[in-house]
């Protein structure tokens, strides 16, 4: 079986050695960029099955390259970074990332993630089957911020959470994204057009992790997402 190839964009060599030796440890194949430019066709590629990609990039910002590669490619994205405020965790979410990880850190907890990110893409083949969930697949706890799927706890970020609960009130009902933005986020029109779909994504990834032969939410090309009727 081919070794799943990991891209690490980092300028800082002895960090990006780190990474490097951490994942090819753990059977992992890596390549090491110092400079976001270069990465841009690689990934479009599909020739990596994830990218590690450092925010305070010499040539581009590490947020921005996410969102030029959102527009054409969806390769699962964790970010490093030498800030931790929630303000930069939001962003990153909301530009299409799927983790986020703050200097310093370590390598082996970094391998961790990768693993999780690429579980949550890819769900194991001998799960593919999974028996259909009982009538009522999600239970929400509200107050304790809290919700399952098909039995199993699920893993939200708060806007993960609050969109789950926006679907859940109306089953089989098709909201465009504005009106999920509207019910969803604080400040919806400072948010960034892609906001709702990248976090649609995430959703959906922890939910086919649990139960990769159901897929509740639909998506309604031009029009927006709803959740399946009968769950």
């Known amino acids: 079986m ?9 300028d800082e060599p002895a960090i990006a050695d780190a990474i490097s030796y951490a994942l090819e440890t753990d059977g992992f194949e890596t390549r090491t960029l110092h400079s976001g430019e270069e990465s841009v066709p690689l990934l479009q590629s599909g020739a990596f099955a994830l990218a590690i990609l450092d925010i305070g990039l010499p040539d581009i910002n590490g947020v921005e390259l996410c969102k030029r590669l959102r527009q054409s490619c969806d390769v699962p994205i964790i970010f490093l970074t ?33 693993k999780a990110v690429l579980r949550r893409a890819r769900p194991e083949p001998e799960s593919s089957s999974s028996v259909p969930c009982a009538p009522s697949a999600f239970t929400l706890d509200a107050d304790r911020f809290q919700a399952s799927f098909c039995g199993r706890p ?19 009902q098709v909201y465009s994204r504005e009106q999920l933005m509207e019910m969803v986020w ?46």
């Not at 931790?84 to 979410?93: N, Q, S």
């Open 154 to 172: 699920l893993e939200l970020s708060r806007y993960e959470f609050f969109l789950l609960q926006a679907l859940l009130r109306r089953p089989g």
């Open 2 to 10: 081919a070794k799943p190839k990991i891209l690490i964009v980092e």
């Open 186 to 231: 604080d400040a919806p029109e400072s948010s960034m057009d892609r906001t709702v779909d990248a976090h649609i994504k995430n959703l959906r990834a922890k939910l086919r992790a649990i139960n990769p032969g159901l897929d509740p939410i639909v998506t309604h090309r031009g029009l927006g997402y709803s959740l399946k009727e009968g769950l």
């Open 82 to 114: 030498a800030r931790d405020t929630e303000l930069d965790r939001v962003v990153g979410l909301e530009v299409g990332a799927d983790d986020y990880v703050s200097k310093p850190f370590s390598p082996r907890e970094l391998s961790a993630r990768v």
